[in-house]
Structures are given as C-alpha cells and as structure tokens.
C-alpha cells in the first residue's frame, strides 16, 4: 500500500487524515509535540480550568463542517449568540465600535461623523495599503482612533506597511445611516458583523471537535521533521527515527519547513525568511467569580492597555471552570520582524493583572487562584508588504517539488479552524490524485 505522510495534527493535519480514512492509502500522520490538536489544543489543569492554546470559537456557515463537528462531539456544544464589545478610555461600547458610537464624547462622536461624511463624498481611488484602506473607509478620527492603534497593537506593524487582501468581511465598512442609528440609538446594533453566534464543545475544551478523528489516525507524536527529502522521499524526524512516504501533505509553517527541505534552492529559502508572523503569549487566569464579563471577548483600544483582546473561557462552557469560578484569557502579540519577544512570558502576567485592574475587570476583593503564560510561536500571518512576492516564490517552489501544503502556516493566510480543516481535506485529495 502506498503511504502518504501528514505533517501537523492541528486542524488541517487533521483535515487530511480525516479525507484519506477508508481510503486505498496508508496515512501515518506526524507532530513535534506530544499532544494533538496544534493551535486548537485544549488544556486542562489539575485544579480544574480549562484553557485552549488559543481562544477558539466555532463560527462555521459550512454546515458539513457544523455536522462533522457536531458529531464528533455527540451534539455535546454549546449555541451562544456572540457577544463582544469594545473598551476605548473608560467607555465600554458594543462591537463593531463604527456601527456602535453611542454612550462615547460627543466631540469625538461629531468628528467620526463629519469625517465619514466627507470620505464617502469624495470619489474612490486606488487604495495601495491597509492605512489608505482605513481612512477611506471610515475616515480619519474613527480610523486613528480605533483600528489604528488596536491594529498597532494586533498586528505588530503600522497600516501603511500591511496589504488588505486579508480583510474579507473582517472589517466592517457600514453606511451612513448605520453609523447614525448606532451614534444616536442606544440600541446595539450587532447583526451587521460577520460572527453573530458560535458553537463551543460542552467538555474537552475546542479540540473535542476533531478528537475522535485523532483518535482514529495512526498519529506520531513527538516526531519532529527535521529533514525531508524529496527525491529520496524520506522524512527525518529530531528523535532520529526516518520514514519513507510516497506522498506528502504539510500543515508545518512554511518558515520552518522550508530550511528542511535538502537542496532547496537559496531564494526560496531567503523568501521563506522574509514571511513574517506574530507570535502570542496567551495569558490565562482563574478567578474566584464568574461575573466577570457580559461579553464573550471584548477588544481594547488604548496604547497604555497591554492586550488587543480578552476572552473569557468559562462562558463559553461551565465546565471549563470549577464551580463558582471565572477565567480570562489575554493575547499579546509579539513578533520577530516587528516587535520580538524579549522577556520571559510569566513576567507579563503581574501587567496584564494591573491593566485588568485599570479597565475594571478584576476589582481588589478578587484572587487570582490560578495563572500561566503559554506562547504559541505562529499566531496571525503578518499581510506586510513582503508577503505576496516572497509567499509566490515559496509555494512556487513547493508546487515543483510535490510537497502538499495547507492550513493556515501551509497556505500562510488568515484561515480560521473550518478553512484549515478543509484546506488539510483538499491537500490530502491532491496527494492521492498525485500517487
Ligand atoms: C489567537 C488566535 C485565535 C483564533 N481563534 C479562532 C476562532 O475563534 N475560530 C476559528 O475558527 N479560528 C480561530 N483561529 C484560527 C485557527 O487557530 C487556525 O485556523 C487553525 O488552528 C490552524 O490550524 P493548522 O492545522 O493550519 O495549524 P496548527 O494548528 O498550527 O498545526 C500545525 C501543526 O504542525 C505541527 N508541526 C510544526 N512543525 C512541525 C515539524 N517540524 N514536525 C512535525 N510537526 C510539526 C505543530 O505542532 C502543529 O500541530 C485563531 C487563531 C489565532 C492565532
């Protein structure tokens, strides 16, 4: 039988197993860590929080995705309509804050609505980078007000060095008369953003979803591919072990995979060098209350608050937490192009325990019974400038070597966790097509 390898048990690593089971094929799939899942594990701790590697929330319209997952959790999950809000200097306003302005200073109110006016007057022109993009969109006080300074914060980068092919329905551009109702009515308006509910499993934390295809695959662990030889068609993995394979399908980031490639040529590895990404530190915190917020994430504007964005893990299931407790989970960005990371984690947890304090989440009764920073090393791909160019000559190459990439660090895109599963199904159709 033929054997096509699988690099990765995250999403899309999961995604081929999932495509090539039952089928004519032998399918051994391979990960560096000792536990499956990739970005989407889950962890619990022995005193009984529960916190994936990165906050995870299933907002798929794909309904064989929704069945898949469903199933996989015995219809076990949790239908939550979302909620999520903005803070900005003191005021706590509904998401999405363009559509949302009412209850913020009138000052502020009148110069986001005179500039909107204006821009939606002029004529359209080409827009060449995220900052043109903004400005066009919501005009210039929304625009540095807001996603200016979160993007700041989120992306690691400045607007004007970022492409906007990433955007999609990310970024809502409203019309005006969404911006006035939302300035001038007290009444939220939340059905305009693209995430309006989500599914999150009731046990198991996010990686229930996909733990039953994990459990039916013939998954490696701690196999980390250090070296992959197309012409031979052998893998080398860190714990000397080599395998042979007649196909193969990577969910590994590209600028990892890539220096393991043997004689690949020097422009490709200096493009792969170029791709830039952030890096999270994932802060995540027990607390004795669970009143902790009304929203499900809420996003944070100011420079002088250290995180773009908290979720809060226990209402998404209340068998996160033990009972009677709460749990946050921050994000900081970091990343190597544009922001390292040059400080142990742990020591970013007494920061993010202040700024809850200044935001008003953590009030001075409350204890902090359980923390950890955990970094996920690939977070978002960074949509620079650089990107397209070095990203062309990567999968250029990998197209002529016959390697099968996918996920979000195979395709290096935005791909949320139903794009990537899908992404790992597509690849893995094109390596049994190839064999
Ligand atoms: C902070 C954050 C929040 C997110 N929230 C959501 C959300 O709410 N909803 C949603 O749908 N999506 C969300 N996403 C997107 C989602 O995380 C991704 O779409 C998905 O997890 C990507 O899966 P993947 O398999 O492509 O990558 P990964 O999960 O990273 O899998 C790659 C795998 O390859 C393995 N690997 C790497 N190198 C090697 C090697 N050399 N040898 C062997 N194995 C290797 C890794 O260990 C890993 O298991 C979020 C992303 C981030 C960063």
Redesign the pocket.
């Given at each position: 039988m033929k054997t096509i390898a699988v690099?990765?048990?995250?999403?899309?690593?999961?995604?081929a197993a999932h495509a090539l089971e039952g089928r004519d094929v032998q399918c051994v799939v391979?990960?560096?860590?000792p536990y499956?899942?990739?970005?989407?594990?889950s962890f619990v701790q022995p005193n009984g929080f529960l916190f994936d590697?990165?906050?995870?929330?299933?907002?798929?319209k794909d309904e064989r995705i929704q069945a898949l997952f469903a199933g996989n959790v015995c219809q076990k999950y949790e239908i939550l309509p979302a909620r999520l809000n903005n803070y900005w200097h003191g005021y706590w306003i509904t998401h999405p804050a363009q559509c949302n302005l009412y209850g913020l200073p009138t000052d502020l109110v009148v110069n986001i609505i005179r500039d909107f006016v204006e821009v939606h007057a002029q004529e359209p022109t080409e827009i060449h980078n995220y900052a043109e993009w903004l400005l066009a969109a919501y005009g210039r006080t929304f625009a540095e007000t807001f996603p200016v300074v979160y993007g700041l914060k989120y992306h690691t980068t400045t607007p004007d060095n970022m492409a906007t092919e990433w955007l999609g329905p990310r970024m809502y551009r409203p019309s005006l008369e969404e911006v006035l109702r939302g300035a001038l009515a007290p009444e939220p308006i939340t059905e305009i953003h693209y995430v309006t509910g989500?599914r999150y499993p009731s046990y198991g934390g996010?990686v229930s979803f996909v733990k039953p295809v994990a459990e039916r695959a013939d998954v490696r662990l701690c196999?980390?591919?250090?070296a992959l030889d197309t012409s031979k068609r052998t893998l080398r993995?860190?714990n000397g072990a080599v395998h042979d394979y007649d196909q193969v399908v990577s969910?590994?980031?590209l600028p990892?995979?890539i220096p393991?490639i043997e004689d690949v040529p020097a422009d490709v590895l200096e493009a792969a060098g170029r791709l830039a990404y952030?890096t999270?530190v994932?802060v995540n915190l027990g607390i004795d209350r669970p009143d902790l917020s009304t929203s499900h994430i809420s996003y944070f504007y100011d420079e002088d608050v250290i995180f773009p964005?908290l979720s809060f893990p226990h209402k998404l299931s209340p068998h996160n937490v033990p009972d009677g407790m709460g749990s946050i989970q921050a994000?900081l960005y970091f990343s190597k192009k544009y922001r390292p990371l040059t400080c142990a984690p742990e020591t970013l947890i007494p920061r993010v325990v202040s700024d809850l304090h200044k935001v008003g989440i953590l009030r001075e009764s409350d204890s902090v019974v359980f923390q950890e920073a955990r970094v996920?090393k690939?977070?978002?791909v960074i949509y620079d400038l650089e990107r397209a160019e070095a990203l062309a000559t990567v999968h250029g190459f990998l197209d002529e070597v016959g390697i099968h990439y996918?996920?979000?660090?195979?395709?290096w895109d935005?791909?949320?966790?139903?794009?990537?599963?899908a992404?790992?199904e597509r690849a893995a159709e094109a390596a049994l097509c190839a064999i």
């Open positions: 690099l990765g048990t995250g999403m899309a690593g999961l995604g391979y990960d560096k860590n499956y899942g990739g970005h989407t594990a590697v990165g906050p995870h929330v299933s907002f798929t989500f996010f196999h980390k591919m250090v993995f860190a969910s590994v980031p990892d995979l393991c952030t999270v994932m964005r994000e996920a690939y977070a978002n996918c996920g979000r660090y195979g395709n935005h791909a949320w966790t139903d794009q990537s599963f992404s790992g």
